[in-house]
């Protein structure tokens, strides 16, 4: 998004929430007399459209916003009856905070709408207690939410392109790539670059545990895996390979058949055309690496070899994208597809899968879980503060808590004093126009839309101190026209955003200070070593001869490995000054490599090429050697990337003369010759971390 589309979009939200806020507050207020059910009406757009983050734009938006009123409803019924004492409301905020926090698993949509239906239990949880309201709120809240929907028909952001269309796109590049089209590989790269889901809108993320969900994200990655593939063999020297170039055409095939599928909405064949050509190609491949031992030179035929088992590695890639994408459009496959490790969600039911997101994430390793705990604890200690010292508009402390809190100390901290000075002009600013202005409520009246749309565009544009001192305009001219208030209204609002940001520094203190980092590294640490004991037994597996391959290293523990590493990233990359770091160590590249592992844990047992007679001695014990070589060297990088200090590395020797096709998988050797290449990068750039200086700590140095 631009910089001008960006703006037209604050701008925009900004002239929604405003309308659809007025237009409940106004008739309440001034009409029918209720000043509760104009103060929901008031905050409901406010939490909906602002606090929270609301996928999609005109129909698609104004029906999420529709699904969250039934929650809202009910967390402000629960709020009202809880508020009946205050260790009765805190234990109710601990309960909602992190249930709603945690619903962060079901993915970023539900994530976004957390903070705004935070907002509406945290307003009804406080006194007075006073159940005969409960029809009042719930009416308030209704109109509200209602206002905001029909805003979002009326003043609808523009559509971005859906997750199905990118995908299709880059399906439809991977397929001209195949094809010999001349695609540039900057551009099959790039194309792929665009496919992160860092680089999409939380909206369009395939983020959910359902089957279409997780098919859909399983199918991004395959394409972006096959789209770097690509642009690797197109950077190698041209060969005459007619059986190369025959897989290459069953490739594209299979990709223009899955992209058009996703654009019209029309099934895809039923997945199984291009396992048999790879076998086919297989066949192709046996016969020639028995060529390759027979006398005479046999490199020219090795390095046809080599390739073929770049390109085999390339339609395995394809292969995925085909069954996922057929698992995404028909729910269940016919028949199980393999393997099943990596498809292990295709036939379980939908509970299932849920149950199995949330208990995956039910751990102290997961950021998820630990983001949570956090938020829970911040506001329910905010919650128990306020109660205990009988704050005034004491609401005001959890808001604080829940808006000025951030994943790290230290951005929670320059949020925090961004938003007392932003506060302390605010109040001000409130202070003076209450004693001006004193009761004449109808110059309240005339001032609140102005206000609002000044703070709600100019807040998030110009920032946190922007946003609070605005805010605090907003709500004194609201509360003057409610009850007789005094500059005190804004002392009161002052302190109790003190009181909240004191709370949640000294929670995010206690709980994971340093965000996402230091679970980053213990999740990429923990992913190598998983990772790296696959190396050895799919080596094995190679170098058995059978005519019937075995079954793949058990490799769901990597898995799950990956995705908490994925979510820890994803968060780490997300925190405030991460993003233009590039100091650290190589993540992706480790994300990249345990990929790299695991697909090769999978393919080479059903398509790798296998010495005929058994490989010989010395290339047998090559290959075992430098399989625990592998294994040990992920070892040793992940105690370097937690801060270890293990010996240093030893590189991976070549194989030694003489081992040809017939002798040695030749598959096994370019697989464990690119991890060790991988490898390599990876120790270079955290060994390169440990050398620079911390640019945070000399911020810290300087600052004292």
């Given amino acids: 998004m631009t910089a001008g589309a960006g703006r037209s979009a604050v701008l925009r939200r900004a002239l929604r929430i405003t309308l659809a806020a007025l237009a409940g507050f106004y008739p309440l207020l001034y009409a029918a007399e209720r000043p509760t059910a104009a103060l929901y009406a008031l905050f409901a757009p406010i939490a909906v459209g602002l606090l929270s983050a609301i996928p999609g734009s005109g129909r698609r938006q104004a029906l999420v916003v529709l699904r969250v ?4 409803l009910a967390l402000a019924a629960l709020g009202t009856a809880l508020a009946v004492n205050t260790w009765a409301a805190s234990g109710g905020m601990l309960a909602v905070g992190f249930l709603l926090a945690f619903a962060a698993v079901a993915g970023p949509r539900a994530a976004g709408a957390a903070p705004g239906l935070q907002l509406f239990y945290i307003l009804a949880c406080f006194p007075p207690y006073d159940p005969d309201s409960l029809g009042d709120r719930l009416t308030g809240l209704t109109v509200g939410i209602l206002l905001l929907a029909a805003t979002e028909l009326l003043l609808p952001d523009p559509s971005v392109p859906a997750y199905r269309q990118r995908l299709a796109d880059a399906i439809g590049t991977a397929a001209r790539g195949a094809s010999g089209a001349g695609v540039p590989p900057q551009t099959l790269r790039e194309t792929g670059a665009r496919m992160r889901l860092s680089r999409l809108p939380p909206s369009e993320r395939p983020a959910g545990a359902s089957r279409t969900d997780r098919a859909l994200e399983q199918a991004g990655r395959a394409v972006r895996r096959l ?55 297989q066949s192709a491949r046996v016969r020639l690496a028995s060529e390759a031992s027979a006398p005479g030179p046999p490199p020219p035929r090795t390095d046809v070899l080599r390739r073929q088992s770049r390109v085999l590695a390339l339609a395995e890639s394809a292969r995925i994208v ?69 704050l005034a508009h004491g609401f005001w402390v959890l808001l604080a808590v829940l808006t000025l809190g951030r994943t790290t100390v230290g951005a929670a901290w320059k949020a925090v004093r961004e938003a007392l000075v932003g506060n302390a002009v605010g109040a001000l600013a409130a202070g003076a126009l209450l004693i001006g202005l004193g009761s004449h409520t109808d110059a309240y009246a005339a001032l609140l839309a102005p206000a609002m749309l000044l703070g709600f565009s100019l807040g998030p544009l110009l920032g946190i101190a922007y946003a609070q001192g605005l805010f605090t305009l907003v709500v004194a001219t609201a509360f003057a026209q409610m009850t007789p208030v005094t500059w005190q209204l804004s002392e009161a609002r002052m302190i109790d955003v003190a009181t909240g940001s004191a709370i949640g520094l000294l929670c995010g203190l206690l709980a994971w200070p340093a965000g996402a980092r230091r679970e980053a590294v213990r999740a990429m640490a923990a992913l190598l070593r998983t990772c790296g004991t696959l190396v050895p037994p799919t080596a094995e597996d190679l170098l058995t001869p059978s005519p019937v391959a075995p079954a793949p290293p058990r490799t769901l523990p990597s898995l799950h490995r990956l995705r908490l590493a994925e979510a820890a990233y994803a968060q780490y990359r997300s925190e405030s000054g991460t993003a233009a770091d590039d100091t650290g160590p190589d993540w992706h590249a480790v994300l990249l490599v345990a990929d790299h592992i695991l697909m090769g844990a999978y393919r080479l047992p059903r398509f790798g090429l296998r010495p005929g007679s058994g490989p010989s001695p010395p290339c047998a014990d090559w290959a075992r050697a430098s399989a625990s070589h592998l294994d040990r060297e992920t070892g040793r990088i992940a105690s370097l990337l937690i801060g270890g200090r293990p010996a240093p590395a030893t590189p991976l020797v070549p194989p030694p003369e003489g081992c040809s096709p017939a002798t040695l998988s030749v598959d096994l050797e370019v697989w464990m010759t690119s991890l060790g290449l991988q490898l390599t990068r990876i120790e270079a750039s955290a060994a390169q971390a440990h050398r620079s200086p911390d640019p945070g700590e000399d911020r810290r140095e300087d600052r004292r």
């Fill in 322 to 390: 085909e069954v996922a994408v057929d698992i995404a459009a028909n729910g269940r496959p016919a028949v199980q597809p393999a393997p099943h490790d990596l498809f292990w969600y295709a036939r379980l039911s939908t509970p299932r899968l849920w149950a199995r997101r949330v208990l995956g994430n039910m751990t102290l390793r997961s950021v998820l879980f630990q983001n949570a705990v956090r938020i829970a604890l911040g506001l329910a200690a905010a919650r128990l503060v306020a109660g205990s010292l009988d």
């Fill in 69 to 72: 009123l039934p929650p809202a």
């Fill in 227 to 281: 789209l770097d593939q690509l642009a690797t063999l197109a950077e190698l020297p041209p060969a005459a390979d007619p059986a190369s170039a025959a897989l290459l055409g069953h490739i594209a095939t299979v990709c223009d058949t899955c992209a058009q599928s996703l654009r019209t909405g029309r099934p895809p064949p039923v997945p199984g055309a291009l396992e048999e050509a790879m076998r086919g190609f």
